[in-house]
């Protein structure tokens, strides 16, 4: 079993829709990275956070340690935001273990 | 600032050549790294360094070499290509070590080895 699940692994909506994707972890962490994968390839960090919540425009992040769950939602979905989005995870160094990524397409 | 760039962007070599993917970054950051995407898997580790002159393996190292003799410059070497290398590299970079630091990614580089 992998260290860090996402689900869906791959997601269609229609334009406007509101979106969740799940990213569940089996070990300790000390801060979980949401990060975006455009279709031409390049990555981007969107989140940092280890409790709580973040904010920023149409996308929120949450993070429930005690149940090692974190959620990314984007709300008013645009096709725009058609990519993969990756949930990471650092055990307290630089090091990361990636989740498979899910694959979001919205459909205008 | 140009961020983290990466050459070549595709690349095909031929099994037993060896190449070197280059990585660097403007942004004075300590901590680079090396990972390999393939279809299926997510990102992981090949190599690390914490700063100038210091590197470390990660999750998938054999096959590869990195040296870091500058804090800007993070080169991957390809010893001896095998079909199994086929796959996009990406170079990453943070401020420092700690997970609480914001990574940039490089554009990637596609290697096919035939």
């Known amino acids: 079993k992998n260290e860090v699940e996402q689900s869906p692994q791959n997601l269609t909506a229609q334009e406007g829709e509101f979106i969740t994707i799940n990213c569940s972890y089996s070990?300790?962490?000390?801060?979980l990275h949401w990060l975006q994968q455009h279709p031409g390839g390049g990555i981007v960090s969107l989140f940092m956070?280890?409790?709580g919540k973040k904010k920023h425009g149409r996308l929120i992040a949450t993070i429930n340690i005690q149940e090692k769950h974190s959620s990314l939602h984007i709300t008013a979905s645009h096709p725009r935001d058609s990519a993969v989005y990756i949930c990471?995870?650092?055990?307290?160094?630089?090091?990361?273990?990636f989740g498979e990524g899910t694959q979001l397409t919205v459909n205008p | 600032n140009a961020g983290v760039t990466q050459t070549p962007k595709f690349q095909v070599l031929k099994t037993g050549q060896s190449m070197t993917l280059q990585c660097a970054q403007d942004?004075?950051?300590?901590?680079m790294s090396w990972y390999r995407q393939d279809p299926g898997m997510g990102l992981r580790l090949i190599h690390y360094?914490?700063?100038?002159?210091?590197?470390d393996q990660g999750e998938v190292p054999n096959g590869y070499n990195v040296s870091r003799s500058t804090t800007e410059d993070f080169p991957l070497r390809l010893l001896s290509a095998a079909p199994s290398q086929t796959s996009v590299y990406f170079c990453?970079?943070?401020?420092?070590?700690?997970?609480?630091?914001?990574?940039?990614f490089g554009p990637g580089t596609r290697l096919t080895v035939l």
């Open positions: 956070l280890s409790s």
């Open positions: 070990v300790g962490i000390s801060a």
């Open positions: 360094s914490v700063g100038a002159g210091i590197t």
């Open positions: 990453a970079s943070s401020l420092a070590s700690g997970g609480w630091n914001e990574q940039f």
């Open positions: 942004m004075n950051h300590e901590y």
């Open positions: 990471a995870v650092s055990r307290g160094g630089s090091r990361l273990t």
